[in-house]
Structure formats: C-alpha cells, structure tokens
C-alpha cells in the first residue's frame, strides 16, 4: 500500500504571512498532483509535477517535487482569505493515491 | 461547461435501505471512479471503470455495486445502507490514467444513514 503523509493536518495564520505544507512517502511516484478543495466542491487541480526537482510556480503558489520523486512541497506567499482551503497532493503510479489533506485558514 | 454532474446532493436514508447515486460527464473520459470522504480518512477508492461496460474494485469496495451501462454515467449502489457508510461520496473522470492525467471531480453526494 503506498501511503502519502501530508503535515501539518492543520494550519490557521493570518492574511500576508507564508507557509509550506508538506506530502511525503517512502513510495516513488511517477508524478505528484495537488488539489484544492472548498467547502461543499470537490477537490479541483491546482498542478501536476511529473520531474523529480522540478519546480511550478502558479502565481504565489510553489510547488516542489523531491528529487527521489517521493515527496513533495507547496509553498504560498503572502497568503490571502481566498487561499483557505483544504489542500490534498496525490501520487500517481497508474491509480491516484491521495494524502489526508492540510486544512489551511487564512484569516484577515 | 458541465463537467462532471453528481444527482442527488444530499440524501437521507434508513438503515436497510437501498439507493443509487448518479455520476455524468460530458468530457468524453474513459476512466470514472467513485470516492468516499471521511473526516480523517481523506480520499478513498470505492470502485472504477476505466471504459463503458468494465469495472473493479478500489481500496474499500465492500458494501457498494456498480455499473458503467454508458461511456458518460457511472453509477454507484448501496444496496442495504449502512451507518458506516454516512460520507460524502465524490465522483470523479479522468481523460486516462498517464501519469499526469489529472481527475475531474463532481460537487459530491452527502449522504447520511440514520
């Protein structure tokens, strides 16, 4: 079973400040998707990392896949109230396993 | 710009009961999967299908049925509800299962058995 830990479970700061949130796993994945998800929607792709170290950018959000493809990082800048959200990373070896999820609230 | 439309959105049910949730899309996705999503539990596989007329197991198949009759509907049965099985349900479709292939999810059923 290929498991995906994601830290912190949850995460409440306030609008301006940056954080990272993490998805690790001692299984190697062929790509690493992340997700946003609001209240009452299902979860709607943010990016997709297929390059172990590659890097995406997706305005102030950065995305980081772990050289040894088995970990990944999202970092955002300068968090807005719009940002709050609960963030999932899945990995992909043919089927999508999916993290728990970080909670994030921004407040203002 | 449907997407992906799950019917109903919530539903109450009666322990024993039995009922069917509706999954369309409108992308023309080989691959459909039902999700359930439990506070603590995240995402998990329930079944899929990855073409009309074909399906298999996910990680918790137990308890559920499904048919994939049509390219575009995917459905999802509970044929004796069960307690355990209050979640919210999500379908999802993707386009393939390549390594980046992302998935397309619906709003989700909530679903409650009392």
């Known amino acids: 079973t290929q498991l995906l830990e994601q830290s912190p479970q949850f995460l409440s700061i306030q609008e301006g400040e940056n954080l990272t949130v993490y998805c690790n796993s001692s299984s190697v994945f062929s790509s690493l998707q992340w997700y946003r998800q609001e209240p009452g929607e299902g979860p709607v792709l943010l990016v997709t990392v297929v390059t172990g170290g590659e890097v995406k950018k997706l305005k102030r959000l950065t995305f980081q896949f772990g050289d040894a493809r088995k970990d990944s990082s999202l970092h955002i800048t300068a968090a807005q109230t719009g940002d709050t959200g609960l963030y999932l990373c899945a990995g992909s070896n043919y089927k999508l396993t999916f993290g728990k999820g970080t909670l994030l609230t921004v407040n203002p | 710009n449907a997407g992906v439309t799950q019917t109903p959105k919530f539903r109450v049910l009666k322990t024993g009961q039995s009922m069917t949730l509706l999954c369309a899309q409108d992308?023309?996705?080989?691959?459909m999967y039902w999700y359930r999503q439990d506070p603590g539990m995240g995402l998990r596989l329930i079944h899929y299908?990855?073409?009309?007329?074909?399906?298999a197991k996910g990680e918790v198949p137990d308890g559920y049925n499904v048919s994939r009759l049509k390219k575009q509907n995917f459905l999802l049965g509970l044929e004796s509800a069960a307690p355990s099985q209050t979640s919210v349900y999500f379908c999802a479709s993707s386009y393939g299962t390549g390594t980046s292939q992302p998935q397309h999810f619906g709003d989700g059923t909530r679903l409650s058995i009392l």
């Open positions: 992308m023309n996705h080989e691959y």
């Open positions: 299908s990855v073409g009309e007329g074909t399906t």
